[in-house]
Structures are given as structure tokens and as C-alpha cells.
């Protein structure tokens, strides 16, 4: 049985498309039954819809909190069968509520090699450092900002003339691989969150 899995976006949802991409290989183990964006201009909404895939506009600023906007959603979630939920672009702070309830099943992706540079501004973080390689990280979500436990890293190497944008765009295709092959680890049961730790099995 493939995994129902839902996807929260802001914006391009270019690590969206690249998860729907993968769900239609034949053998992936997941269906994308449906996006979420909290903003209506979303550029990603127009490509899950060309894709086939249901979307939802939750809009925050229709509720007066963030665990009250995180319930709006979830409700959209469940009523659609999700059991995994992916993060791709979320740009919303979660409620200790959300990363609780969806725990072990939410996942997302973040443009450094974690634990580095958390937050935003992430590429400028990493020039302003110096470090000659950068990259991505798929983790479980956790309450805390970009601190769950890692499931998959992919590395670059920082050239000397990168801007944050260059950088950026280098990690981006590392990110569209990267996602769907930690999501299928997931989907699969090969990967687990076990007492705050991820739990790898073999074979
Ligand atoms: C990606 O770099 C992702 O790692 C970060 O936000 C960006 C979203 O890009 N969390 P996209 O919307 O998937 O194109």
C-alpha cells in the first residue's frame, strides 16, 4: 500500500514538484494526495493542480493562532487520508502542537548541512562562515527550529566567487534529489523516529 502524503508549500514549490515527480514513477511507495499553501499566490498551487493533484489555500491569517491555523490544517490533512506530511517551503513557525501530533510523520527539508546555519538567510550564513562545503538536510520536525533528527544530507562545495544566490541554486538540485529518496526511506518503514532519535533499519 502506498503512503497518503500531503505537502505544506509558501511559494515554488520547486521541491514539491520534484516530490511529485517521483511519486509517479511506478514503484515509489507514496501517492501525493495533496497540497496545502498558506499563501494564495503560491506559484507551486498552479503546478500540483497541473499535476493532478488536489490543493487547498489555509490562509494563516484567518486564525488568531499559530496552534489554531496548525489545527485548519491538519483537519485538511486528515480529511484527506494524509499519513505523511513533507514540509517543502512551509514558511510558517509550526505550534509545539503540530510538531507533536504529526511526530515521526513530518518531514522537511532545509538548504544547510544541519545543524549549521538554522533559520533564514541560510546561504548568507554560510559565505558570512567560510565553510568550503555546504548543502541540504531532510529531518523529522521536532518543536525546536530546524533541530529534528536527521534523515538524509547531500554536500556542495562552496566556490570562492559563490554569491547566495549561486549557492543556492547548486544545493537546490541536490535538494530535489535528496527528498524524494529520504521520503521514500520514510514511506518504506526503513527509517523511523525512535525516543527522539532516527532509527535506520537494514535491507
Ligand atoms: C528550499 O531551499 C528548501 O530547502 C527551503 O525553502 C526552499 C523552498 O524552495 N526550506 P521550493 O519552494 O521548494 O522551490
Redesign the pocket.
Known amino acids: 500500500m502506498k503512503k497518503r502524503v500531503g505537502i505544506l ?10 516530490l511529485i515527480a517521483a511519486a509517479s514513477l511506478p514503484g515509489f511507495p507514496v501517492e501525493i494526495v495533496l497540497v496545502i499553501s498558506n499563501a494564495i499566490n ?3 498551487l498552479q503546478h500540483a493542480s497541473a499535476a493532478g493533484v488536489a490543493t487547498k489555500v489555509v490562509s494563516h491569517k484567518a486564525y488568531e493562532t499559530r496552534e489554531a491555523f496548525d489545527r485548519a490544517v491538519t483537519h485538511e490533512l486528515e480529511a484527506a487520508g494524509v499519513e505523511i506530511v513533507c ?5 510558517r513557525i509550526l505550534s509545539t502542537w503540530f510538531a507533536r501530533h504529526w511526530e515521526g510523520r513530518l518531514l ?4 544547510s548541512l544541519l545543524p549549521l546555519f538554522k533559520g533564514v538567510h ?1 546561504h548568507e550564513q554560510a559565505l558570512a562562515a567560510g565553510v568550503r562545503v555546504s548543502g ?1 538536510t531532510v529531518h523529522f520536525v521536532v518543536p525546536e527550529l530546524d533541530a529534528g533528527p536527521i534523515i538524509a544530507q547531500a554536500a556542495v562545495p562552496v566556490a570562492i566567487d559563490d554569491t547566495p544566490d549561486t549557492l ?1 541554486s547548486r ?2 538540485v541536490e ?2 534529489k535528496l ?1 524524494p529518496a529520504a521520503l521514500k526511506l520514510v514511506a518504506e518503514g526503513r527509517v523511523r523516529l525512535e525516543d527522539g532519535r532516527t532509527v535506520f533499519s537494514k535491507g
Open positions: 508549500i509558501s511559494g515554488r514549490g520547486s521541491n514539491m514538484r520534484s503560491a506559484e507551486g514540509l517543502a517551503g512551509f514558511m522537511n527539508i532545509h538548504p541560510v541540504c543556492a544545493i537546490l535538494e530535489h527528498y
